[in-house]
């Protein structure tokens, strides 16, 4: 399953400029791992980390202008990193699998003449086969909505934009004139009806570029949780559905789909939800007479079962997450934000391994991004899967790996516990106070 070994965002909000893992120019820096978490205090930007990917979702589905707006994010002013004019910019490091060659996306937005958001760059480029060094090469170039795409699986053309000297509208104009037929096989010339959508959501839909559509069906298939407790007790109209969506009030519809379509997966789930929430041993549903779908508890000191509506936030979210780590085809990336809210404290090691256990599962589960403010759940990491975010002096977020402190991780090898470490301030900057 494809994963993502690193990521950069600038100027978004207060990320000034940070990165996770490893990027094409950063090949000596270890990837992220399967499961990452990222901490810190509060109002230090781990939300706005969080929202990073949900912005990027919205870009493709909708456009760059609509993702500003959307989810109260206020605009694109309101979301540019503040006392600053350049460009809001990501890049995505990313293999489709463990053997592929990694793959980067480079987007940049910013205001138009009109004031308006646009795509002002857009970019995916890999290495040649068998390349270890240098840049990689351009199969995807736009600047203002125009470039050049390359066909199917080979790689692009070498251009040199970081150092200035590269001119979009000259290579467009060599290809145009090009009399060579293997030339014109090769290269798409490209040109955006709206310069508020991405080309990879226009390109990817096309099976000549099938480099583009891996990557939109990629981001396509993230999932960021903005689950809700109240959403999940909704009484949605009977109908199984094979996946959860982002804010869990369809929990009821896949409760019906498991049992009816996975059977035996789903009774290992309920074995697993009875061992970590006391007294719950059978879940099940509950068709109304006007077709809405109840889901049901059944606690074993009480003979008539309990509906979701009288079950606490804390049952309605573990028994969420280990459904959506139950999902049949789970999603290539999994972002949850603060998944420990309403929890008992002594469950969130056991969701931790829970996560853990499905990202590094044999079967190819999601690769899983978190942020938490709770120790206890921190207790069952490892460093190298824990970053640390912090406000720098300048106002603007800082990120760094646990793992990069040998104290802490001699300490972790001595078996104290990270978390610990953590509430005893051991993880924190002394630069930054």
């Given at each position: 399953m494809a994963k993502i070994e690193g990521f950069r965002v600038k100027n978004y909000r207060s990320l000034h400029d940070i990165i996770l893992g490893k990027l094409w120019n950063t090949q000596q820096t270890k990837p992220l791992t399967p499961m990452t978490a990222v901490i810190g205090k509060n109002g230090v930007g781990k939300s706005t980390l969080f929202d990073t990917f949900g912005f990027l979702a919205d870009c493709l589905k909708g456009g760059v202008e609509e993702a500003c707006d959307s989810r109260g994010r206020g605009g694109f002013e309101r979301i540019r990193s503040q006392g600053k004019k350049e460009s809001i910019e990501f890049q995505i490091y990313y293999k489709e699998d463990g053997n592929a060659r990694p793959i980067t996306y480079e987007l940049a937005i910013d205001l138009d003449s009109d004031g308006?958001?646009?795509?002002?760059?857009?970019?995916?480029?890999?290495?040649?086969?068998?390349?270890?060094?240098?840049?990689?090469?351009?199969?995807?170039?736009?600047?203002?909505?125009?470039?050049?795409?390359?066909?199917?699986?080979?790689?692009?053309?070498?251009?040199?934009e970081e150092k200035g000297d590269f001119d979009l509208s000259k290579l467009i104009e060599k290809i145009q004139k090009?009399?060579?037929?293997?030339?014109?096989?090769?290269?798409?010339?490209?040109?955006?009806?709206?310069?508020?959508?991405?080309?990879?959501?226009?390109?990817?839909?096309?099976?000549?570029?099938?480099?583009?559509?891996a990557f939109r069906r990629f981001i396509e298939g993230w999932y960021l949780s903005y689950f809700t407790p109240d959403a999940a007790r909704s009484l949605p109209l009977a109908?199984?559905?094979?996946?959860?969506?982002?804010?869990?009030?369809?929990?009821?519809?896949?409760?019906?789909?498991?049992?009816?379509?996975?059977?035996?997966?789903?009774k290992t789930l309920l074995e697993k939800i009875s061992g970590k929430i006391p007294g719950v041993n059978r879940i099940s549903t509950e068709k109304s007479p006007d077709s809405r779908l109840l889901l049901r508890f059944n606690d074993r000191g009480f003979q008539d079962p309990f509906y979701a509506q009288q079950m606490s936030d804390g049952t309605l979210k573990i028994f969420a997450y280990l459904l959506l780590l139950e999902d049949p085809s789970p999603p290539p990336f999994l972002c949850i934000e603060e998944p420990e809210n309403g929890l008992y404290h002594k469950l969130l090691e056991t969701l931790a391994r829970e996560f853990r256990e499905h990202a590094t599962g044999r079967k190819g589960g999601s690769q899983v991004f978190i942020t938490t403010h709770q120790p206890y759940f921190v207790d069952a990491l490892t460093p190298e899967e824990v970053w640390v975010l912090e406000k720098g002096k300048d106002g603007f977020s800082t990120i760094r790996r646990a793992s990069e402190?040998?104290?802490?991780?001699?300490?972790?090898?001595?078996?104290?516990?990270?978390?610990?470490?953590?509430?005893?301030?051991?993880?924190?900057?002394?630069?930054?106070?």
């Open positions: 308006r958001p646009y795509v002002k760059k857009e970019r995916l480029r890999q290495r040649r086969k068998g390349q270890r060094k240098g840049k990689p090469f351009s199969f995807l170039i736009l600047n203002e909505g125009k470039g050049v795409a390359w066909k199917g699986e080979e790689e692009g053309k070498q251009v040199e090009s009399e060579a037929e293997e030339e014109s096989k090769k290269t798409e010339l490209v040109e955006l009806d709206d310069k508020r959508k991405l080309g990879i959501a226009t390109l990817g839909s096309l099976k000549q570029h099938p480099r583009i559509s109908g199984p559905q094979k996946h959860l969506n982002i804010h869990g009030d369809n929990l009821s519809n896949v409760v019906q789909f498991m049992e009816r379509e996975h059977p035996k997966k789903f402190d040998p104290l802490i991780e001699n300490l972790v090898n001595e078996g104290l516990p990270l978390g610990g470490l953590w509430y005893s301030d051991y993880l924190d900057n002394r630069d930054n106070e």
